[in-house]
């Protein structure tokens, strides 16, 4: 009895270290994932590479800055300018129709 025992706590030792090796395995792979996320990944025959976070949030940042006239700071700088005009187009405008509404 007692052998039958030990055999079932044998079993359920086994059982139990196996599935804490599955889920280390699973955990690791999720680290090595989060780590080639992190460093990018080169190409490989038939799948394009992928830039590292570091690559990546420099060419965010480039685009941030301006360069004249390809970065999107340039662009929202050029449609910032292009608002102002037109503001002051249509408040002169508005104040010309209401001088000539006064006379």
Do not use: Y
């Not at 941030?64 to 002051?88: F, K, M």
Request: glycine share 12%; with cysteine; net charge negative.
């Amino acid at each position: 009895m007692t052998e039958i025992i030990a055999a079932c706590v044998g079993l359920a030792a086994l059982a139990g270290g196996i599935t804490v090796i599955a889920k280390l395995v699973k955990f690791l792979k999720k680290l090595g994932d989060a780590v080639d996320d992190w460093q990018g990944e080169p190409d490989r025959p038939g799948v394009p590479g992928r830039p590292g976070v570091m690559q990546r949030l420099e060419t965010i940042e480039a685009q941030l800055r301006p360069n004249g006239g390809h970065s999107t700071r340039d662009v929202v700088n050029r449609v910032e300018q292009s608002v102002r005009r037109v503001e002051d187009t249509l408040a002169a405008t508005l104040e010309a129709q209401r001088g000539d509404d006064g006379e």
